[in-house]
C-alpha cells in the first residue's frame, strides 16, 4: 500500500487538501481568511503521508462562511410544466437537430456546447424543484443524472469528440426519460 505509485497522485491532491486540518485548527477569527502564506508554502513541500489523503475536505468547517448564504436560490417559475416547456424543450429540440448533423462544423459543436451547457446547469436548477417527501432523493438522482451527463456531452462537443458526444447525449436522454417515467407519468418520452 505504502508503495503504491498512486500515491504519487494522491500526493498532488494531498496538497491542497492538507490545508484544510489547519484551518479547522484554526483560531475561530482566522478561519474565513485564507490560510496565511506561510502556512500554505511549507505544506505545498511536506511529503503526504497516506493517512493525510484519506478524508478528502470535500465537507466544509462548519465555521467557514458560505458565501452564497445572503443570495438565497430561488426559482422564478415554480411550475414544473413551464419550466420544462420553456427551459428544457428549445433547448432539447435544438440540440437533436444538431446532434444529427454527421459532419459538426465549428458553428455546429459551438450549438452543442450551449444546448448541452444549458440542459447541464438546469439540473442543478431541478434540484430546486423537486417533491418534498421520500420521493426526493429519486428526484434529485434524475437531476443529478442528467446534469453530469450533459456535462460529459458538453466536455465532449469542446474537445469535438463526435464519439463521445453521441454516447453522452443518448445516456443524458435515458435520464431525462427515468424522471419522465418517475414523475411525468410516463409521459414527454424522448427521442435521442
Ligand atoms: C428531475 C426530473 C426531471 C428531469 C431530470 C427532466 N425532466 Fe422533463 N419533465 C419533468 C416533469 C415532472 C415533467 C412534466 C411537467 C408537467 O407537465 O407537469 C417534464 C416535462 C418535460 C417536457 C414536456 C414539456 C411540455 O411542454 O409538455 C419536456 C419537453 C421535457 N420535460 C424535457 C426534458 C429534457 C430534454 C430533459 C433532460 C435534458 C428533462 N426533461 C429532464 C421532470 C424532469
Redesign the pocket.
Known amino acids: 500500500m505504502t508503495t503504491s505509485p498512486l500515491w504519487t497522485c494522491a500526493g498532488a491532491l494531498g496538497l491542497t487538501a492538507l490545508a484544510f486540518p489547519f484551518g479547522l485548527t484554526a483560531p475561530p477569527q482566522t478561519a474565513d481568511a485564507a490560510p496565511p502564506a506561510e502556512s500554505r508554502g511549507p505544506v505545498a513541500t511536506v511529503a503526504v503521508e497516506p493517512v493525510a489523503v484519506e478524508p478528502v475536505a470535500v465537507e466544509p468547517a462548519a465555521d467557514v462562511k458560505d458565501p452564497v448564504a445572503d443570495r438565497p436560490l430561488a426559482p422564478v417559475e415554480t ?3 413551464e ?3 420553456y427551459v ?2 428549445p ?2 429540440r435544438r ?1 437533436k437537430a444538431s446532434m444529427a448533423a454527421e459532419e459538426k462544423d465549428r458553428k455546429a459543436w459551438s450549438a452543442v456546447k450551449s444546448d448541452a451547457l444549458i ?1 447541464a446547469e ?2 442543478n436548477l ?1 434540484l430546486m ?2 417533491p418534498q417527501g421520500e420521493d426526493r432523493a429519486a ?2 438522482a ?2 443529478v ?2 446534469r453530469d451527463a ?1 456535462g460529459a456531452l458538453y466536455r465532449a462537443a469542446k474537445a469535438k469528440d463526435e464519439s463521445v458526444a453521441q454516447q453522452s447525449y443518448r445516456t ?2 435515458q ?6 417515467t ?3 407519468d410516463g ?2 418520452m ?1 427521442t435521442p
Open positions: 411550475d414544473m410544466h419550466f420544462m416547456e428544457y424543450q433547448t432539447y440540440l440542459l438546469a439540473g431541478t424543484r423537486g428526484w434529485n434524475h437531476s443524472a442528467t450533459g443524458m436522454i435520464h431525462c426519460n427515468a424522471c419522465h418517475q414523475f411525468a409521459e414527454h424522448l
